[in-house]
């Protein structure tokens, strides 16, 4: 069965300091992979997905990035943090077989920027 | 563009009473509707799905059905339990098979079983 992994789970850290949150997948190869941001009061938004290895696209312009360096490995980075980079971040994935069209999610990234 | 539109609540019911959540959507394309529940602390979990008009999906007694005319797939629950309580989220995703592109998510029901 497949699972996804992220951590670490609850990170604090300063404004102006550097992030790397990472997410790994088990189980299933070649899968198309997703980060969301939750912010507190709102919905999920869509940050970056990623069809295959160092294949970005990137939905909203921010001061965040992501990477994949790795088939079944998503990085979410950024190199200073703002206040509003607060939330909870949380990985998917899905597969890129026709019939399947869901998207599985990670426990999440609790981020307090202070 | 996509957009979900549901309650947001919270919904505040007591225990074995009916429950149901409403969820209105428009999408430039045909889209593959879900429910996604996320208990507190944790990531979100697939409840259940639909993939084309008048299909429903079902899930530990949760239900919804596509309903192209109308736009909706509201979710329901014949009676609930105090472990119900969570935030549910509505979904769609207008893509072929095998797309890459993420899912539009309503804001999210807070719904509080009370025993």
């Known amino acids: 069965s497949q699972t996804i992994h992220q951590w670490p789970a609850t990170l604090v850290q300063p404004v102006g300091s550097p992030l790397s949150l990472e997410c790994t997948v088990e189980g299933t190869s070649n899968p198309n992979l997703y980060w969301y941001r939750q912010a507190a009061g709102r919905g999920l938004q869509l940050l970056f997905y990623?069809?295959?290895?160092?294949?970005i696209s990137s939905e909203v312009p921010q001061n965040l990035s992501a990477s994949r360096p790795q088939d079944r490995q998503f990085i979410l980075s950024s190199k200073k943090l703002l206040l509003s980079d607060s939330g909870f971040y949380l990985c998917a994935w899905s597969s890129t077989h026709l019939i399947y069209n869901e998207q599985f999610f990670g426990p999440g990234t609790r981020l307090t920027v202070l | 563009g996509d957009s979900v539109t549901q309650m947001e609540g919270p919904v505040t019911l007591s225990e074995e009473a009916f429950l149901t959540i409403n969820c209105t959507y428009t999408a430039t394309g045909y889209p593959s509707l879900f429910w996604y529940v996320q208990y507190p602390g944790e990531g979100l979990q697939l409840l259940l799905k639909?993939?084309?008009?008048?299909d429903k999906g079902s899930n530990k007694g949760f239900e919804a059905t596509y309903r192209k005319e109308t736009t909706s797939f509201h979710l329901e629950k014949g009676s609930v339990q105090v472990s119900d309580s969570a935030v549910y989220f509505c979904?769609?995703?207008?893509?072929?098979?095998?797309?890459?592109?993420?899912?539009?998510f309503g804001k999210g029901t807070h719904l509080i079983i009370q025993p």
């Open positions: 990623s069809v295959g290895i160092g294949q």
């Open positions: 639909a993939t084309k008009a008048d």
């Open positions: 979904a769609l995703r207008v893509s072929p098979g095998g797309g890459a592109d993420g899912l539009t």
